[in-house]
């Protein structure tokens, strides 16, 4: 069992940066591939981005790809999520999964975080 937690969401400008975190509680964190998912209002949760145990392979959606980064520490339990050139398209609540598959489909992840909100200004 994991319990994901996210963090950093907030308020930001067009253009701006946010960095998000989710940190995992339990000893298996590096078992899991960890993606990250987000949700805006009257739309379905989408795909962002994965990455996969040790960290050496990450995916993008084409919308983030070149703006965003993800990446880990293993040690430290936590994946980040860092949003550069942000757009007021990628407001949505962003939520951390962690499975075992590394597909780009909800199915493919086992446990959610409670999401964060992430909202972009124009």
């Known amino acids: 069992q994991v319990q994901l937690l996210e963090s950093g969401g907030g308020l930001v400008q067009a253009g701006g940066s946010l960095r998000l975190s989710c940190a995992a509680s339990?000893?298996?964190?590096?078992?899991?591939?960890m993606g990250w998912f987000r949700q805006a209002p009257g739309k379905e949760r989408e795909f962002v981005t994965r990455?996969?145990?040790?960290?050496?392979?990450?995916y993008y959606a084409d919308s983030v790809k070149g703006r965003f980064t993800i990446s880990r520490d293993n040690a430290k339990n936590t994946v980040y999520l860092q949003m550069n050139s942000l757009k007021p398209e990628d407001t949505a609540v962003y939520y951390c999964?962690?499975?075992?598959?590394?597909?780009?489909?909800?199915?493919?992840?086992?446990?959610w975080g409670q999401g964060t909100q992430v909202t972009v200004s124009s």
């Open positions: 999964a962690a499975g075992g598959s590394g597909t780009t489909t909800m199915r493919g992840y086992n446990y």
């Open positions: 339990g000893p298996t964190f590096s078992m899991y591939v």
């Open positions: 990455i996969t145990r040790s960290g050496s392979s990450t």
